[in-house]
């Protein structure tokens, strides 16, 4: 049996599937500092038979937390002279512009930390001058004295010879062998010093952290199971083995938020769907991504802390395109200098939370206009919920402003936080090309079902699929997860000027360094596909088209015909087309993809119940058109195939509530998902 | 109008506000150059139909003041002749919204049932624009004939239709036609993404609801600035500074400010200073007004997107042909010398009065670098055009930034050594903050930083204007002045040429090296108030050595 676990902020999440078929699940409180223990509780509370367990997969967010509440370790940093500063200097800018007393990012590691050697590579990866290896000796011994706790090595040039990087690691590993080391090549093979330095000192941050951290986790699986197969979720939305995550724990960064997208892309396989938008709304953040023909887009531009004030830090490992927005059912409704209504990014978070949670929180949130307008069911708090603070709190903050009803800011303040998230989901559609008439939108997370079929109207998307437990879908999406790795390789060269057996050869020198990498990581008992993608631009231009390119090998028909998808898939993402100019390739990246075998879904039985019977209650919604309106509310866990619910009308379970709106009616499928459809003539 | 929901002005509000990033992010992944990619170099937005800003988006800080201008400009030119799909192409720093002639604006006229609605608006840095110099700038012209090609607003577009001559004729003036002309492309592409967007929210809300909010974004972000303007200490506040120029050539030109700031009002009075000269340093009015307005928004300090509204208290007043005002045909390649100089003397006057928002002098020239030359390996032609990260002034509570953008910037990014000698045929040898002194104070001023090219092939050229070259960053409540700017070139055969502050078509050959230093902070407070532990680690940072630390702090090991 397959079993995952998911550290959250709040709560740490478990599902597996048992015997019978079905998913069970179950959630425990987080443990900080030790995060082992709330796993070990989880599991414990949930009574499953340790020693059923196959394969254990594991989501974390100890790499994001460490980084964000600064808890990592003391890091020494070696570069290539006449570069120390680089970290620092960063790219310059200034996103904050009339603020002229903006702070840049401070750097991870300060300057008396960071050091240079004597050495150099031209662009090429031509030594220009050797390794002065007495300079990395020095530099240990400065390390050593100044209690430093990992060392990051980043030299120029080194994504195209790492020879220097190497050497310098085997000194450190010589001289100093219980030190953990990075070296920015074995993390990233791309251009660009400042981003490549960051990602390395993040990365050498984290190590010993979360080294301590899996060991002990490890430990104490070991002393419950004895079956080893334990894998973590990485950003790239497949999993690894727990000892590749000590040695690059920054792969992790994004562990959790990347399942739910997977999930989608996976769940679309199952339902007949490719072209999908990936929608999760949680408690302070929306989360969205777009999955075209079947591909979950990876890449490596990926900040954290970024904000449109603030530079943050670059981090160039492989992670899943996320658009996240703090928008989420905690997020509050507040007033601007201009007296305009504003939704998030702050949020009332899990303490004190919403008003309507009763903890002591003051502030109007979407999950408090929903549920005044009706939208979500008090029945579903966990505790009794004061109406009248709700209304009070709405009134006060945003009705009496602008002068309308409390029903009337309470659905403002739910219009403002839709046009954030419709903001959001045309940034990674229409904003990059994309039709989102041509797909088919995955709504989960507690608030997704909520609000889908509002913005799926306003995006003109056709059909909205609710998933069986939507509230859980990320958990469920990692036990569906394979093993990847995804290798990027900055590779400059026009087409013109390819030499096709060098090229052929970098292929297939990636396959084979993936290979060897799986097979040190226990993966290789899986079956292994490659798939090759080249980032490629016209010549002059920065910015890249990251395009599919096939496993064959390179000839001039194949360049050939790769030139005519270029020019369509430049056209078709920026709107224009160079025919005549140079085209050129930037990165090569290799994906490798262990298949694991997926648990089968299992479909509902019948349960014999008229549609009638599965409504809960008759209760009143307010409408924008309408006013209050008494709406039939359905019962989830009583629907299946067959049964068809015409809008208006909320489909509840415990954890999310659907909202299907006038024109709208949702269908229910084998396996418990609602299938809305948006406009019904 | 009346009986519209509240909400739904809030969220065309919203909308208008995206459709300004929307085109920004649209031209800098279609632009075909760093300048401008890398650099961000340029800025977009929407204007209501007369001309008044409404939102924008913008990468480096001084084209916000120069779409509405540039808009205007061409509402006078052309009025009732604009007809749906125009695109307008303009270029003249004397006419609305002028810089210098490598900044290049295109206009659209947005039309909804017939009817002007709109315009969208944008403006980019090509990479060239013709005229005597590789890279369109020009450190020695003394008139802008020299400078490049001249547009003074031309249909570019008639009714959707390219207008071929006008293509040809720049394509036939410009270097490197490719980069500007697919620039241009990415700019049209952009205009007509806010054109759509537009008429996407139009075609959504009724065109009445869409120009009321329209007016109320602008009224309500001018009672935001007078209520600012109100809480600002009142009286007449002077300064005065200089405009470095070629001293082969001329300077430096004095010039000063008088700024009176009323209940109501906030007045810059730029009379007395320097009349306009026969060396680029000249900016237009369009030029200055652009940069105080960004002087400007740094002491209002809207959190919110900025609309023509914030600026109604501002009021500039020049004398005619001033180097701050300067008319045709005065050259102005070099333009934002005098424009942020302009526009920075209102800075020195006003620090002392608001330390909380203002801090000490910073390195304030863009520190522009070319560099043409032949790339060893694939004998094409390359140029680097770049601006220089410099040191920050420091403020009433923290040291200045280092090696940060100057204020005529802003989302700009700097160009990757990995970046650059894969491109260009240099060789990065050093890219670090320099060693020699920053302002001293209470807090340091941020360190400037040195940059060298060790030249890779023969007839290389450097052409550069480091100013605060002659005049170090100010200091403030009794910090130190800040470290000067300079260039020096290392000869292979050992002999060194400056330091320089201005540089025009140097050749520069196979192992040369070009060491280029932009300047350091000015400090805030007096130095020997500077806290024990922080000089501590000043001086483990490797900034001062313990003797130094003496000399400036009164430093005594413990």
Redesign the interface.
């Known amino acids: 049996m397959k079993v995952t676990t998911d550290i959250g902020g709040t709560f740490t999440d478990l599902l597996y599937m048992n015997d019978n078929g079905d998913f069970v699940f179950d959630k425990a409180h987080t443990t900080p500092p030790n995060f082992e223990e709330g796993v070990m509780n989880v599991m414990a509370q949930s009574g499953l038979d340790y020693e059923s367990i196959e394969m254990f997969i594991h989501g974390s967010t100890v790499v994001i937390n460490t980084l964000t509440e600064r808890k990592g370790s003391k890091v020494g940093l070696i570069t290539t002279k006449?570069?120390?500063?680089?970290l620092?200097?960063?790219?310059?800018?200034?996103?904050d512009?009339?603020?002229?007393?903006?702070?840049?990012p401070e750097p991870f590691v300060?300057?008396?930390l960071r050091l240079e050697v004597e050495e150099r590579m031209?662009?090429?990866g031509e030594v220009?001058q050797t390794l002065n290896e007495q300079n990395v000796i020095d530099a240990i011994e400065y390390f050593r004295d100044e209690g430093v706790e990992a060392i990051a090595i980043c030299l120029?040039?080194a994504?195209k010879n790492p020879g220097h990087e190497i050497e310098i690691t085997r000194l450190i590993n010589e001289n100093w062998p219980e030190l953990p080391v990075t070296a920015s090549h074995e993390m990233i093979k791309e251009?660009?010093?400042?981003?490549r330095t960051n990602t390395t000192v993040l990365n050498a941050y984290v190590k010993p952290v979360m080294e301590s951290y899996i060991d002990s986790l490890d430990g104490r699986l070991n002393s419950k199971s004895s079956n080893n197969n334990r894998y973590i979720m990485q950003s790239n939305g497949g999993i690894t083995s727990f000892s590749d995550s000590k040695k690059y724990p920054l792969n992790l960064v994004e562990s959790g938020p990347v399942a739910g997208v997977y999930g989608a892309a996976i769940l679309g396989e199952i339902i007949g769907e490719s072209n999908i938008i990936s929608f999760d709304i949680g408690g302070t953040t929306a989360k969205c991504s777009l999955i075209s023909e079947g591909n979950v887009k990876v890449s490596t531009d990926y900040y954290i802390e970024k904000n449109d004030k603030y530079a943050g830090y670059p981090i160039k490992v492989p992670v899943v395109d996320i658009v996240e927005i703090g928008n989420g059912g905690g997020s509050i409704a507040w007033i601007?200098?201009?007296?305009?209504?504003k939704v998030g990014p702050q949020s009332a978070g899990s303490t004190p939370g919403p008003v309507s949670y009763g903890q002591g929180g003051e502030k109007a949130t979407t999950t408090d206009a929903n549920l005044y307008i009706g939208r979500l069911s008090d029945k579903n708090f966990d505790s009794d919920v004061d109406f009248s603070q709700v209304r009070e709190a709405i009134d006060k903050q945003v009705a009496k402003p602008?002068?309308?009803s409390a029903e009337?800011g309470a659905?403002?303040i739910i219009?403002?936080a839709n046009?954030?998230m419709l903001?959001a989901l045309?940034l990674i559609s229409v904003?990059k090309g994309y039709n989102p008439q041509d797909f088919t939108m995955i709504a989960f997370g507690g608030g997704g079902p909520m609000h889908a079929a509002e913005l799926a109207r306003n995006l003109k998307i056709r059909k909205v699929v609710i998933p069986h437990a939507a509230s859980v879908f990320s958990a469920w999406g990692m036990l569906m997860s394979d093993a990847r790795k995804d290798n990027i390789q900055t590779y400059?060269k026009k087409f013109g000027a390819l030499d096709f057996e060098d090229i052929n050869k970098q292929w297939t020198d990636m396959e084979k360094a993936s290979l060897e990498d799986f097979s040190k990581n226990n993966l290789d008992r899986f079956p292994i596909k490659f798939e090759r993608s080249v980032d490629l631009r016209?010549e002059?231009?920065?910015?890249t088209v990251k395009m599919p390119i096939g496993n064959d090998e390179w000839n001039q028909d194949f360049i050939e015909e790769a030139k005519i998808k270029f020019h369509e898939m430049h056209e078709f993402?920026?709107?224009?087309r160079?025919e005549n100019?140079e085209v050129e390739i930037v990165n090569m990246h290799l994906t490798t993809i262990g298949e694991i075998e997926k648990p089968a879904l299992k479909e509902l039985e019948a349960n014999g119940l008229e549609l009638e019977e599965t409504i809960k209650e008759n209760r009143n919604i307010y409408y924008?058109e309408h006013g209050w309106v008494k709406t039939r509310i359905y019962d989830r866990n009583l629907l299946r195939k067959g049964h068809l619910v015409e809008g208006p009308a909320v489909i509840e379970e415990k954890t999310s509530s659907t909202l299907i709106l006038e024109n709208q009616q949702a269908e229910i499928d084998v396996y418990g998902n609602i299938i809305l459809t948006i406009e019904v003539r | 109008m009346a009986g519209t929901?509240?909400?739904?002005k809030?969220?065309i509000?919203?909308?208008l506000m995206?459709i300004g990033e929307?085109m920004f992010?649209?031209l800098?992944?279609?632009?075909?150059?760093?300048i401008i990619?890398?650099v961000l170099d340029y800025a977009c937005g929407l204007t209501d139909a007369k001309g008044n800003l409404i939102s924008q988006g913008?990468g480096v800080?001084s084209f916000?003041g120069m779409l509405s201008p540039m808009v205007k400009s061409v509402l006078d030119k052309f009025g009732e002749e604009l007809k749906a799909g125009d695109i307008i192409i303009i270029n003249d720093p004397y006419i609305g919204g002028g810089s210098h002639l490598s900044d290049v604006g295109l206009v659209m006229p947005i039309f909804h049932e017939n009817k002007l609605v709109a315009f969208s608006a944008n403006k980019g840095h090509w990479t060239d624009v013709g005229g005597k110099n590789p890279g369109s700038l020009t450190s020695d012209s003394n008139e802008i004939y020299q400078e490049g090609l001249q547009l003074s607003g031309v249909k570019l577009f008639d009714a959707g239709v390219l207008n071929k001559s006008v293509e040809t004729i720049i394509t036939d003036n410009i270097r490197l036609p490719?980069?500007s002309i697919?620039d241009m492309?990415a700019q049209v592409?952009a205009l007509?993404t806010g054109e759509k967007r537009f008429k996407e929210l139009c075609g959504l809300h009724s065109k009445e609801t869409i120009e009321q909010v329209i007016a109320d974004?602008i009224s309500?972000?001018a009672e935001?600035s007078q209520q600012v303007i109100a809480s600002l200490p009142k009286g007449v506040f002077e300064a005065e500074d200089y405009i470095e120029g070629d001293p082969e050539k001329g300077g430096p030109y004095k010039i000063k400010v008088k700024v009176t700031i009323t209940e109501d009002a906030f007045i810059c009075d730029f009379r007395g200073s320097h009349p306009q000269v026969s060396h680029p340093v000249n900016c237009s009015y369009f030029g200055l007004l652009a940069s105080v307005r960004?002087m400007y928004?740094?002491i209002?300090?809207?959190?919110?997107n900025i609309t023509e509204g914030l600026f109604r208290p501002l009021k500039i007043i020049t004398d005619e042909k001033s180097i701050l005002s300067a008319e045709r045909p005065a050259p102005v390649s070099m333009n934002f010398e005098a424009r942020l100089g302009g526009a920075e003397l209102i800075?020195k006057a006003l620090a002392p009065e608001i330390p909380e928002?203002?801090?000490a002098g910073?390195s304030l020239s863009v520190c522009s670098v070319t560099v043409a030359g032949t790339h060893p390996?694939n004998g094409e032609d390359f140029l680097i055009v770049e601006p220089s990260?410099g040191g920050?002034g420091a403020?009433n509570e923290?040291d200045g930034?280092?090696?940060?953008?100057c204020?005529g910037?802003?989302?700009?990014?700097?160009v990757?050594?990995?970046?650059a000698?894969?491109k260009y045929g240099v060789?990065?040898?050093?890219?670090?903050?320099r060693k020699d002194s920053s302002g001293a104070g209470e807090y340091i001023g941020g360190r400037g930083?040195v940059r060298?090219y060790e030249i890779l092939s023969d007839n290389q050229y450097l052409s550069a204007t480091y100013g605060r070259h002659q005049f170090k960053p100010w200091g403030m409540k009794g910090g130190e002045k800040g470290a000067s700017s300079y260039i020096e070139v290392h000869k292979a055969n050992g002999n060194i040429i400056g330091p320089l502050g201005v540089t025009t078509r140097l050749p520069l050959d196979k192992g040369d090296v070009v060491e280029l230093v932009t300047p350091s902070g000015g400090g805030y407070g007096n130095p020997s108030d500077r806290e024990y532990g922080k000089v501590e680690k000043d001086i483990?940072?490797?900034?001062y050595t313990e003797e130094e630390a003496m000399d400036q702090f009164g430093y005594k090991q413990r």
């Open positions: 006449g570069t120390r500063d680089v620092e200097i960063a790219r310059g800018n200034r996103p512009l009339y603020n002229f007393k903006y702070k840049k300060e300057r008396y031209n662009y090429k220009l120029l040039h994504y251009w660009r010093e400042y981003e601007d200098e201009l007296g305009s209504l602008f002068g309308t009337d659905l403002g219009d403002i046009s954030n903001n045309k904003r400059l016209y002059g231009q920065e910015h993402t920026y709107s224009f160079l100019t924008k | 929901n509240p909400y739904v809030e969220i509000k919203d909308s995206s929307e992010i649209a800098a992944r279609t632009s075909m150059s760093p990619y890398e913008n800080t916000i490719q980069f697919g492309w592409a007509r974004l309500s972000s935001y960004v928004l740094a209002v300090q809207p959190q919110f800075w928002k203002l801090p910073h390996d990260v920050w403020a923290a930034q280092s090696g940060q953008f204020m910037n802003g989302e700009t990014y700097n990757p050594i990995e970046v000698e894969a060789l990065v040898g050093n890219y670090g903050f930083v060298s483990k940072n490797g900034f």
